[in-house]
């Protein structure tokens, strides 16, 4: 006969294959800090219940806050090799620090509203952790943009010269997406900050207790209201892996266009030593590392969000026990956001940007679009002055000649309009300035928009 609180029903042991696969301590030990508050703060309830007299109360709470000292200084060694999980486990080593008060604390809870709490807990701190680092990343992208603003580079579409656009019209591309990831995980806490505790079971606690003292102790928004629910819901797990995703993509994305831009071929961003690494056969080498394992580790998060999804898809009501696998998935995303969040703001702070690459780079044929326009606004019909430029362009193009080398004069023999088109209409200039729309790379625009981002930012610190 084992010695789990559980085996009063029991005549055998558990045979230890099994107990190797039913014991989760050895990833749910990262909720002992919540696991610990939650039972100061329950402790008190049962002690208002006078469940536990006042010196129990105490040395329930001095015993806790050893254990927790215990943790942080040896970690899982603690524990006897055959704990169940966290809240067993800290259950157990209080039981042998205290005696028989620690065997009262489970009263009218339930480890199915306890892992539930525990977890919303978690993830509420580790939320609040990624959105720090996100405000950081922030700052960090509007300094690039603000400090680079006279730059000036080819913009792709398919990978291939589309137009051009200001640098910091294009880093400002990535404050937006990274901004609404802000968001994202803002709105959530609403959905994550909500107390199961109480629900015990599945039925409710049959104890008095106050679900608002709890609910303040634990620094909770709200309490949930159906213990059904609040037993089984992993709904907030989901949106977290969703919105971790999603800015993994986001990531991901500048991952890939900055190890694109950091090429031999393109020469436009210079990484630094710190985020790059050697080859061990090819003395010549720097390779773009963290940008690529940010990239790849997009893949790894994603595979969490689906295998979390999976765990949970077809489960019959309340609490089964395939919930102990929504842990690990989830744990396992937040370090790797986490981490990428950081090495990213490294990777931008220690950036070095080769201008006149960036400048020299810009295919005259991008201009091709403002010839169109030009005839377009002297009342030709858009699909026509795209025929025309067309001819142009493959004009150039067999001619060996430089787009933007063409004077007026010889624009004229394609069509009359182009008269008093000038001969600067194809510097970066006039592109720039032509396109002085909100949210276009015009410079006033642009610096318009730039002044946006700072009031959107300061919006965020202040809150
Ligand atoms: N370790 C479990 C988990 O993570 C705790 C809850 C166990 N509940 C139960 N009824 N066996 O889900």
Known sequence: MSGKAWSGRFTESNSPLFEKMNRSLDFDIRLFKDDIALNKAYSKELHRLDILTADELKSIHAGLHEIETEIEEKGIFIFPEDTEDIHM?????????????????????????????????????????????????????????????????????????????????????????????????????????????????????AYHLNRENLKKDLGFHKISQNSMDAVMARDFLMET??????????????????????????????????VTTGSSIMPNKKNPDSLELTRGKTGRILGNFVSLFTVLKGLPSTYNKDLQEDKESVFDSIDSIIDVLRVTVLLIETLKIDKNRMKNSIDPLSFATELADY?????????????????????????????????????????????????????????????????????????????????????????
């Open 375 to 463: 005839l377009a606004k002297k009342g030709l019909p858009f699909r026509e002055a795209h025929h025309i430029v067309g001819k142009i362009v493959l004009d150039c193009i067999n001619n060996g000649k430089k787009l933007t080398d063409l004077k007026e004069k010889e624009l004229m023999v394609y069509s009359e309009l182009f008269f008093s088109i000038g001969d600067d209409w194809g510097t970066i200039d006039t592109f720039l300035s032509n396109r002085e729309i909100s949210g276009g790379t015009g410079k006033e625009a642009v610096s318009h928009s730039i002044k946006e981002a700072k009031v959107l930012l300061s919006k965020i610190n202040n809150n």
């Open 89 to 205: 486990g800290i259950e157990s080593l209080l039981t042998a620090k205290i005696g028989d008060a620690a065997k009262k604390i489970h009263s009218g809870k339930s480890r199915n509203d306890q892992v539930a709490t525990d977890i919303r807990l978690y993830i509420t701190g580790q939320v609040e952790n990624i959105r720090n680092e996100l405000e950081t990343l922030l700052s960090t992208i509007l300094k690039l943009v603000e400090d680079n603003q006279d730059a000036v580079m080819p913009g792709f579409t398919h990978l291939r010269q589309a137009q051009p656009v200001s640098f910091s019209h294009y880093i400002l591309s990535f404050f937006y997406p990274v901004l609404r990831d802000f968001e994202r995980f803002t709105d959530s806490l609403k959905r994550i900050s909500i107390m199961p505790l109480g629900s015990a079971a599945l039925a409710g606690s």
């Open 241 to 274: 892996l969703s919105n971790i995703s999603i800015l993994s993509l986001t990531l991901s994305r500048l991952a890939e266009d900055f190890i694109i831009f950091s090429s031999e071929q393109y020469g436009f961003l210079i990484l630094s030593d710190k």
